[in-house]
């Protein structure tokens, strides 16, 4: 275990804003931080940067306490923060090589480790641009770059997505997967719940500072999950799941049977246990003569798992 | 982003070891320092202000040296001209101190909170860079850019050289006591910017400090002199009034008094006891560490020029009333010298150390406040 915390709380002033977190990430994996908005996602991964001290519970990275022995923790760790500046009169290589500096890396192998970043995050051509010049989500990748100067061990990414591209953000999970197969560990902070779906391979849930679930995805997946099937007419469709005695739930449609706006006409949802169950539906689909259009997954797992745990704490 | 070099370079060899808040090496502090003055020097104008300064201290120069000579018109003694000289480089000493402790809060009052509102200063306090680092490395630079300020005056200090013919020794001391002046100041301003999270309340927090060594003192002192002012017994040198009420005059008008060591009771203000508030102005530092314009063991020393007169009012307020007086007025009778207990000792020490003292006071809250992990957070904080 790289990361391992137990029981933390941490309140300012009256706001209790991480109120008994337990987490595990490990290495070699990429672990989700998946909670909405204020559920105190960000002061844990302050406390998991070094930065604040909890006020119970024990933090280990990488074996070492953050507070106590702040240097080797922070040595090993790598955390790019929801919110960051960067300085705008420096250009992206400079960016890079004070930050090499400031890891205490003679000025020769500071150039050599901000040439590979800047190409890792491909932003070679604009390493002679100042700070200022760059976009967002090229800022984003300058972030994400700058935490990885000094190799470390265990990444702390606070919502690293936010702002990217749809292209930047596939090369982003391609290089967190990778850097998870290097052996790395690896922490995503998010709320955004499908860019997760396909890069974690461990969720902590946390709400209201509390860590409700930690989930293997692999296990969610076992358990099924909601698809969304559609056909051209919508009456076939659920007198034959009716027929073979299917829990479904006709969408578009309210209970008298006249459309909704915004939601797709004749569908349904219908939970299936896996994708084999859901190639024999579609087989028993076409031979039973419903016309059929698609059938695919409702949302993601983590999506539909947030979900329920909201349901739960209802 | 789509792939990963092969070797990633190796983390530092040897493992890291833990150092303290103020552990300190010149590759960490040099690292911030640098950092500071690119980001500073290429997002400002400064070379307008430099300009500016300069053309200001030359106006300021070059009008004193007319009013000076215009003022000398006709036979001036050679001896006074020197004087003359040393009026021009006094007023152009204080000028540039004066414009120095104006300018230098802007470079650092916003070191911290500013780069905290940027979101720039938690990322560098996760590296490790220990917080004395980036204190100092942030002290360094501001007094860096201070500093050229100081340069660009530096033509206008030679004029005052030759012009008061002042030595090279001299010079150098005043230059390095303007130098540290603004390295004080500047460090108060970092104080500040630890301290509260708006920069515009660090700034005016920081001008206030700095009114206060420079004026607000000055006015406490004055305002002061009344309430330091008791009875205080001096030994007075001359003819009891006793003895000189006796003596029937309508007989005699030329008395035979023997005069003679008598105590009496005076008012006198003990400025003795608030003189530091002038000690630690940076005028008066600059001004007494200067060497005198005459010898002062002269029996008539009349102070000439600024920098003489603070020089000679600062060490008699240090010490206090004068508790020997000659009031004796018949014949002659010198005073017997009195016992020599008036300590008339440089007083810029003292104001060197009391600003060392706040200097060092504001770099040790700017190292606290920038240590991690931070405990207690102060309201209206945060961390990133």
């Known amino acids: ?314 | 982003m789509s792939t990963v070099t092969e070797n990633p370079t190796p983390a530092p060899e040897d493992p890291v070891k833990e150092r303290g808040a103020w552990s300190l090496s010149w590759h960490g502090v040099s690292t911030v320092a640098r950092l500071e003055l690119r980001q500073r020097l290429r997002s400002t104008k400064w070379y307008i202000g430099l300009a500016v300064f300069f053309v200001i201290v030359g106006v300021v120069t070059l009008l004193t040296l007319l009013t000076m000579n215009a003022s000398s018109v006709g036979d001036v003694p050679p001896e006074l001209e020197g004087g003359a000289g040393r009026v021009v480089f006094d007023v152009v000493v204080f000028f540039v101190l004066l414009l120095g402790v104006l300018v230098a809060p802007t470079l650092s009052s916003s070191a911290i909170n500013g780069d905290r509102k940027e979101g720039t200063l938690a990322i560098l306090q996760v590296t490790l860079l220990t917080p004395a680092e980036i204190a100092i490395g942030k002290v360094l630079a501001a007094w860096a850019a201070a500093l050229a300020f100081l340069v660009v005056s530096l033509p206008f200090l030679l004029v005052g050289i030759v012009e008061g013919r002042l030595s090279i020794a001299a010079v150098l001391v005043t230059i390095g006591l303007l130098a540290f002046v603004l390295a004080v100041v500047v460090t108060l301003g970092l104080g500040f910017s630890s301290l509260v999270p708006k920069t515009s309340s660090s700034a005016v927090l920081t001008y206030l400090g700095v009114a206060s060594l420079t004026v607000i003192t000055l006015i406490i002192f004055g305002l002061s002199l009344a309430l330091t002012i008791t009875p205080t017994k001096v030994q007075v040198w001359g003819v009891p009034s006793e003895v000189e009420s006796s003596w029937d005059w309508s007989k005699d008008e030329n008395p035979s008094f023997q005069c003679e060591w008598y105590e009496s009771e005076w008012d006198q203000p003990h400025t003795e006891r608030t003189w530091w508030l002038l000690a630690i102005n940076p005028f008066v530092i600059v001004a007494d560490a200067m060497p005198a314009d005459q010898p002062a063991e002269e029996e008539f020393y009349i102070p000439e020029g600024v920098m003489s007169v603070i020089r000679y009012a600062v060490r008699e307020a240090r010490m206090g009333p004068e508790l020997y007086s000659d009031q004796c007025y018949y014949g002659n009778q010198p005073m017997p010298a009195p016992p020599r207990d008036r300590d008339d000792s440089p007083v810029w020490p003292w104001g060197i150390g009391g600003l060392t003292l706040l200097g060092a006071g504001a770099l040790v809250l700017a190292v606290r406040r920038l240590s991690i992990p931070v405990g207690k957070l102060p309201r209206g904080t945060r961390i990133a």
């Not at chain 1, 300058?142 to 936010?162: C, F, N, S, Y």
């Not at chain 1, 090369?171 to 499908?194: F, M, N, P, Q, Y």
């Open chain 1, 1 to 314: 275990m790289t990361i391992s915390v137990q029981g933390v709380r941490r309140h300012f002033g009256a706001v209790r804003a991480v109120d008994g977190v337990d987490l595990e990430a490990r290495a070699g994996r990429v672990t989700a931080l998946i909670g909405p908005n204020g559920a105190g996602k960000t002061t844990l991964l302050l406390m998991l940067a070094g930065l604040l001290v909890p006020d119970a519970g024990q933090i280990r990275i990488a074996g070492f306490d953050p507070v106590t022995q702040s240097r080797q923790a922070r040595a090993r760790t790598g955390w790019m923060p929801d919110a960051f500046g960067t300085w705008d009169s420096l250009t992206a290589r400079e960016v890079l090589e004070t930050f090499g500096a400031a890891y205490g890396m003679p000025p020769a192998l500071a150039t050599a480790r901000a040439t590979e970043l800047l190409a890792t995050v491909h932003l070679s051509e604009f390493a002679k641009q100042p700070a200022a010049v760059l976009s967002r989500g090229q800022k984003q990748r300058l972030g994400l770059a700058r935490a990885l100067v000094h190799d470390p061990q265990v990444l702390l990414l606070d919502e690293p997505a936010a702002g990217l591209d749809p292209r930047s953000r596939v090369d982003l999970r391609i290089l967190l997967r990778a850097l998870a197969a290097e052996g790395k560990t690896v922490l995503v902070s998010s709320h955004v719940l499908t860019e997760l779906d396909e890069l974690a391979d461990d969720a902590v849930f946390i709400s209201g500072g509390r860590s409700v679930s930690a989930e293997q995805l692999g296990a969610l997946d076992a358990v099924g999950r909601q698809w969304r099937v559609t056909a051209l007419d919508a009456g076939a469709l659920t007198r034959w799941l009716s027929s073979t005695g299917a829990q479904f739930e006709l969408e578009g449609a309210a209970d008298d049977g006249s459309p909704v706006e915004g939601t797709p006409r004749g569908s349904v949802l219908i939970h299936i246990p896996d994708d084999a169950a859901a190639a024999a539906l579609v087989r028993d689909a076409v031979s039973a003569g419903v016309p059929l259009v698609s059938i695919a997954p409702a949302g993601g797992v983590l999506e539909q798992t947030y979900l329920s745990l909201e349901e739960e704490r209802r």
